[in-house]
């Protein structure tokens, strides 16, 4: 708003399917978009000034529900893209990298197959069988197959290094 004169406000719905903002919970003041890329253009919309003064509005500009076409010098617009746009897409990265690093490290209680570090059939080759262990287990226990099961004891394991069979 600059000299009283309000500055129209048009935004465009960047959501696949329709949305609705409304000023209050009677709807009367109500703006219906139809879904992102239209044919018919329902996806962008005039915004009057009672729905552009909303905390709803503000919400819908930062989570990128909606996107302001026309009108960003209006005060409240711009306060709303200035304050909120850059923290919203903040807490969804963090969101984003906590879920993907949730999915790449292996949950405690999953089972994991490791090597055999046992003495293989030729001089100087591990036995490299498989064995099923929990991961939380994976690396406080020597990594040994049935048949190498006694070997326990000559197992050592350094600092994050792998474990090791030393022989005498």
């Not at 949305?19 to 009677?26: G, S």
């Amino acid at each position: 708003m600059s000299n009283g004169v309000l500055t129209p406000v048009v935004c465009q719905n960047m959501m696949p399917g329709p949305t609705v903002i409304a000023a209050d919970i009677k709807g009367t003041y109500e703006v219906r978009f139809d879904g992102k890329g239209d044919p018919s253009g329902g996806d962008v919309q005039r915004i009057p000034p009672e729905v552009v003064a909303t905390v709803q509005f503000a919400n819908a500009i930062a989570k990128g529900i909606l996107r302001v076409e026309e009108g960003a010098e209006n005060e409240v617009v711009a306060k709303a893209l200035e304050r909120q746009t850059d923290a919203f897409w903040g807490r969804a990265k963090t969101e984003r990298d906590e879920a993907l690093a949730t999915l790449d490290a292996p949950a405690e209680n999953d089972m994991i197959a490791v090597s055999c570090i046992g003495p293989g059939t030729r001089t100087g080759v591990s036995c490299d069988e498989q064995i099923p262990v929990r991961a939380r287990e994976a690396g406080s226990i020597p990594p040994l197959c049935q048949r190498h099961a006694g070997l326990a004891d000559q197992c050592v394991k350094r600092g994050r290094e792998p474990w090791k069979l030393e022989t005498a």
